[in-house]
């Protein structure tokens, strides 16, 4: 608790402007730390000063509501692969990258844009996710529907989405709310072979003299997403490679370990979310100003990720690394990589 709260603080003081430079505007940060397997919260950080009235330090900002951005994507993506599906997508799917003009529930235009601005073409399922690619996104979830991936998102402990028809496609692109500590939750059942938990932060409450008074009620894991879907989510999130279209080869994301890890920055820069796991430990990090004013060019990678990455490299400190152990059933082989399906003469 005491290394994320000193990270937190040195960190959002990074931002502070030398004199004649552009003031970013950030000014605070949360963080979660959650045990995967059983969901116990080992840390959580709900702003960088809790005194500081300036940036509203009281207001804990792990558990309230904000924009997700991106980070909400890698739910979108678990419900397309879905065996269960009409037509399930792979992780080759191929989707079209091109500008392209939606319509939303109230029958306005909606036309999405990627981050660097370009259209990308085809692009599989893999590096549309890592890459964080927003019109492949967008496809995604009118391929699957709200309603399936609200109610998923929903089994998956995101209850801040709530009615379906609230929402257009702009959810792809991280348009509902929802607290850091619900979506870090969700993203824990990823690294837990798709059984979600919930999240705990209570083991026991004992009197002076040693008696116990109070544990909470033991509520069995729920296999939620296929440990195939799961499996193939963590692959897509820690393939550095594949994220190399959106972020570059070697950036703040890659660290010394295998970790699956996802960011997100939110419309004008008011929100910016990095959240990562590796199968024994997951860090969530939201960075942004409680009072909703807007960042200046400040996004997951550059604000929240750094956050991430020390916190991670910090804890699983001299702990050997481990690998997301693929589950049976899935089958690995070559395909035509224009369409994502099995070569054929023409490719």
């Not at 990074?14 to 919260?41: C, D, M, R, Y």
Request: include cysteine; glycine fraction near 8%.
């Amino acid at each position: 608790q005491h290394l994320a709260e000193e990270i937190v603080k040195r960190r959002i003081a990074s931002f502070k402007p030398l004199e004649g430079e552009t003031n970013p505007n950030v000014n605070n940060a949360a963080l979660v730390v959650i045990q995967p397997h059983n969901g116990e919260i080992l840390t959580l950080v709900g702003s960088a000063d809790y005194f500081d009235s300036s940036i509203y330090g009281a207001l804990n900002m792990a558990i309230a509501p904000r924009q997700s951005g991106s980070a909400f994507k890698p739910i979108i993506y678990a419900a397309a692969l879905e065996p269960t599906h009409t037509q399930p997508w792979t992780a080759a799917t191929s989707i079209l990258d091109v500008s392209t003009t939606f319509t939303t529930k109230d029958n306005q235009p909606y036309m999405p844009v990627n981050y660097d601005g370009r259209e990308h073409g085809f692009v599989s399922v893999r590096e549309a996710l890592a890459s964080s690619l927003n019109v492949p996104a967008v496809f995604t979830l009118q391929n699957v529907g709200i309603e399936k991936v609200i109610a998923l998102a929903n089994r998956l402990g995101v209850r801040s989405l709530d009615e379906p028809q609230q929402y257009d496609l702009s959810l792809a692109l991280g348009g509902g709310e929802m607290s850091l500590l619900e979506l870090s939750s969700a993203y824990a059942a990823f690294a837990n072979n798709g059984n979600y938990t919930g999240n705990t932060s209570i083991l026991d409450i004992r009197d002076a003299d040693g008696n116990l008074l109070y544990t909470p009620q033991y509520i069995p894991a729920l296999q939620i997403i296929d440990p195939r879907v799961a499996w193939l989510i963590s692959d897509i999130l820690s393939d550095d490679r594949a994220r190399s279209t959106g972020f570059g080869i070697n950036s703040v994301l890659k660290i010394d370990r295998v970790a699956a890890v996802k960011t997100g920055t939110t419309t004008n820069f008011h929100d910016n979310w990095t959240i990562g796991y590796t199968p024994n430990l997951l860090v969530g990090v939201w960075v942004g100003n409680s009072n909703y004013q807007a960042m200046h060019n400040v996004t997951g990678l550059t604000g929240a990720a750094p956050i991430w990455a020390e916190t991670m490299r910090s804890i699983l400190q001299g702990r050997p690394d481990k690998i997301f152990t693929q589950p049976a059933g899935l089958i690995q082989t070559e395909v035509c990589d224009l369409s994502g399906l099995l070569p054929t003469e023409a490719c």
